[in-house]
């Protein structure tokens, strides 16, 4: 069966939405609910050694109640066109850290992480990878493998099959991607759990036998996840990851504004042991690519993949079950 293109549509109707877009056209999906109209916005992850902020809610962790549903009337716009394959990486002048501490290398570790794909610069981050000779992380979307606007489905699939072959893990980023689906029907917990379990099997068709067990909750965890969501996963084989440093190259236009906030992230985190970065499958993630390969490059810190044997928490929630 197919799946429903519908993730798309939800998308618009959630706005501006909180949803990211693959693809610099902004059709798909967003992954900050910031602009969600009516709900305060959601500032980037807090610094790492910080309170659970959310332990204290009754039934639904932050601010749940207060997301709007589809704006009724709210019209999709235009469909968007594939947009122009990104040239190549400009040359851009590193992002000096501001006071980042001497760091030894092999000491500390950041983990590249994509989401949203496949999508048609799956092949384009990957290259820029292998030339690096580092591995990173990809959360797939079962919709955007299935039922992709911008790709022959086979084409998703040899996207797939490549991040596996390459050694890059594939993590579990839902099968639709839709927020109300995933969190706010009665029962949306097991739609989240069920969703992860499917594309867990999807990609272990695809790759022939991979058994992904990580996951990333679209929009993230926190303001998402009730306690339901929290119980489920938690007691579930699969453990989720969310970030702790977000260029927010869904929205940003510029590579410069997006080490730019890298850097903020970092500095604000005091150059975290562990960090987990959030980017997707946008053009412009792609032209920054080099230079936030090169950014971390300079402060010595070591490039890995996930590694199911060397878990780790890293939830807005603050979660160690999850
Ligand atoms: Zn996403």
């Not at 971390?296 to 996930?306: A, D």
Request: aromatic fraction near 8%; proline fraction near 10%; hydrophobic fraction near 40%.
């Amino acid at each position: 069966m197919k799946h429903i293109p519908a993730a798309a549509l939800i998308c618009i109707f959630l706005l501006g939405c909180a949803t990211t877009g693959i693809h610099d056209g902004g059709r798909i999906e967003q992954h900050e609910i910031s602009v969600v109209p009516g709900m305060a916005p959601i500032p980037g992850p807090e610094p790492l050694p910080g309170p659970p902020s959310t332990a204290q809610e009754p039934d639904v962790i932050a601010a749940l109640p207060g997301l709007p549903g589809p704006a009724p009337g709210a019209a999709p716009g235009p469909e968007p066109r594939l947009p122009d394959l990104p040239e190549a990486a400009p040359e851009t002048a590193a992002i000096t850290p501001r006071e980042a501490p001497v760091i030894e290398a092999g000491r500390r570790f950041v983990y590249l992480t994509f989401d949203d794909g496949p999508s048609p610069n799956t092949g384009r981050i990957l290259d820029i990878l292998s030339r690096n000779n580092i591995k990173g992380t990809f959360f797939v979307v079962g919709d955007h493998i299935l039922d992709n606007e911008f790709m022959e489905y086979e084409d998703s699939v040899a996207a797939v099959r490549r991040v596996h072959a390459e050694g890059h893990y594939i993590g579990l980023h839902s099968m639709t991607h839709l927020m109300r689906h995933l969190y706010q029907v009665p029962g949306a917990h097991s739609n989240f759990y069920d969703e992860m379990r499917e594309l867990q099997n999807l990609i272990s068709e695809i790759t022939g036998g991979f058994t992904s067990s990580l996951y990333r909750a679209p929009y993230g965890t926190r303001g998402m996840f009730t306690r339901d969501h929290i119980r489920t996963m938690a007691a579930s084989d699969l453990r989720a990851w969310d970030w702790n440093v977000d260029p927010e190259d869904w929205k940003l236009r510029t590579v410069d504004a997006i080490l730019e906030k890298i850097e903020s992230d970092m500095n604000g985190r005091r150059y975290p042991d562990r960090v987990v970065i959030l980017l997707h499958e946008r053009n412009i993630s792609v032209q920054a690519l080099p230079s936030v390969i090169e950014y971390f490059r300079n402060l010595n810190y070591t490039f890995l993949p996930y590694s199911p044997a060397s878990h780790f928490p890293m939830n807005l929630l603050y979660n160690p079950d999850l």
